[in-house]
C-alpha cells in the first residue's frame, strides 16, 4: 500500500435542516455543479441526493436531505424518514439554518432529534448577507445554549463567503478511508434521475404556489440519436386538470419555457445538445398513494 493510500481520508456528511434554508445551494456550490435543484419553495428535495467531493487526498460524500417538516401526506411522511434515517448513515452532520429565521418549534424538533445521535455536529449559519454582524451574533448565542456542537461556521451558500472554511473544517473531521467513487464522479444518481430533477425546478420556477409539491417528474425515454443529440421525453405529473392547463399555458407557453429552460441545464450536464419533449399528466392524489409514490422513486421500503 502506498503513503497516499494509506493517508487518504474519506466519509459520510448529512445535510439537514429546516425547508428552505439553502442546503442544495451549498451542496451544489461544494460539489462545482448542479446536482440538486435549487428553489425559493421549500420542501424542494424529496430524495436524499448524494454529493461527492474528491480532492487529491480526500472524499466527502454529501447527502442533501428534504428539509424536515411535519408531513400532510404519505410523500410527506417518506421525505421525513429520509431525512432522520441518514442521521444514522454518516459521519459528520451539518445543521444549516437561515440567519434571518428565528429559533422556532422546527428548530426545537430538529435538536431533539440530533440529541439521540452520536455524530459530530456542526451548525452552519446560512444567508450571513441577509443580516447584521449583531444580528448573526445574537443567533449564534442563542444556538450554543441549546446544543453542543462541535463547530459553529456561517456562510452565504449563494455567495460562497466562507464555504472554504466550512469545507477546510469537514476535511479535518474526515477519518482514514477508501475512495468510494472515481475522482471525476459527482453524484451517484444516474442521469435519469438529475434530469428528472432539473425539469422539476423550472416548473417549481416558474408556476403558482399550488402547483409545485404536486407534481413529480417521470423520464420516458432518454437516448442519444445519430446526430449526436440526446432526445428526453419526460411527463410532468400533476394532481388535478387545473394544474395541468396551468402547466401547459395559454397556447403552450408555459410549457414550452419550462422546455426551454431545462434543457439549457440538462445540456450543461450532458455536454451534448438535447431535444427535450415534454407532456403533462393528470393523476389524481398521487402523493398519498403509495403504489404511484414507488413508480416515481419514492420507495419507504429502502429507508425502513
Known amino acids: 500500500m502506498s503513503v497516499k493510500e494509506q493517508s487518504f481520508k474519506s466519509g459520510f456528511v448529512s445535510i439537514i435542516g429546516r425547508p428552505n434554508v439553502g442546503k442544495s445551494t451549498l451542496l451544489n456550490h461544494v460539489i462545482g455543479q448542479k446536482i440538486a435543484i435549487m428553489s425559493d419553495k421549500p420542501q424542494t428535495t424529496r430524495n436524499k441526493v448524494q454529493g461527492v467531493y474528491t480532492d487529491a487526498d480526500v472524499q466527502v460524500i454529501f447527502i442533501d436531505t428534504p428539509g424536515i417538516h411535519k408531513p400532510k401526506h404519505r410523500l410527506g411522511d417518506f421525505m421525513m424518514k429520509v431525512a432522520k434515517n441518514t442521521l444514522r448513515?454518516?459521519?459528520?452532520?451539518?445543521?444549516?439554518?437561515?440567519?434571518?429565521e428565528q429559533f422556532g418549534p422546527g428548530e426545537q424538533y430538529i435538536l431533539?432529534?440530533?440529541?439521540?445521535t452520536n455524530q459530530p455536529v456542526f451548525l452552519v449559519v446560512n444567508k450571513?448577507?441577509?443580516?447584521?454582524?449583531?444580528?448573526?451574533?445574537?443567533?449564534?448565542?442563542?444556538?450554543?445554549?441549546?446544543?453542543?456542537?462541535?463547530?459553529?461556521?456561517p456562510i452565504s451558500a449563494l455567495e460562497g463567503e466562507n464555504v472554504p472554511t466550512l469545507m477546510k473544517q469537514i476535511v479535518s473531521y474526515m477519518k482514514e478511508g477508501p475512495q468510494y467513487y472515481p475522482a471525476d464522479q459527482v453524484t451517484d444518481h444516474p442521469e435519469r434521475f438529475i434530469v428528472s430533477e432539473l425539469i422539476r425546478e423550472k416548473v417549481l420556477q416558474l408556476t403558482r404556489e399550488e402547483i409545485p409539491h404536486a407534481i413529480a417528474v417521470v423520464i420516458e425515454q432518454m437516448k442519444r440519436r445519430d446526430n449526436g443529440k440526446v432526445y428526453v421525453g419526460a411527463t410532468v405529473i400533476v394532481e388535478r386538470s387545473s394544474q395541468k392547463g396551468m402547466i401547459i399555458g395559454k397556447r403552450g407557453a408555459m410549457l414550452k419555457e419550462i422546455g426551454q429552460l431545462a434543457r439549457?441545464?440538462?445540456?450543461?450536464?450532458?455536454?451534448?445538445?438535447v431535444f427535450l419533449e415534454l407532456w403533462v399528466k393528470v393523476q389524481k392524489d398521487w402523493r398519498n398513494r403509495p403504489a404511484q409514490l414507488r413508480?416515481?422513486?419514492f420507495n419507504e421500503e429502502d429507508y425502513s
Do not use: N
Not at 448513515?89 to 434571518?100: F, G, K, P, R, T
Not at 439549457?264 to 445538445?273: F, P, Q, T, V
Open 112 to 116: 431533539e432529534r440530533l440529541q439521540e
Open 89 to 100: 448513515e454518516v459521519d459528520l452532520i451539518l445543521y444549516v439554518i437561515s440567519a434571518d
Open 295 to 297: 413508480d416515481f422513486g
Open 264 to 273: 439549457a441545464d440538462i445540456e450543461a450536464l450532458l455536454g451534448s445538445g
Open 128 to 153: 450571513i448577507d441577509k443580516v447584521t454582524s449583531d444580528e448573526l451574533l445574537h443567533m449564534i448565542a442563542s444556538y450554543k445554549d441549546r446544543y453542543d456542537f462541535a463547530e459553529i461556521v
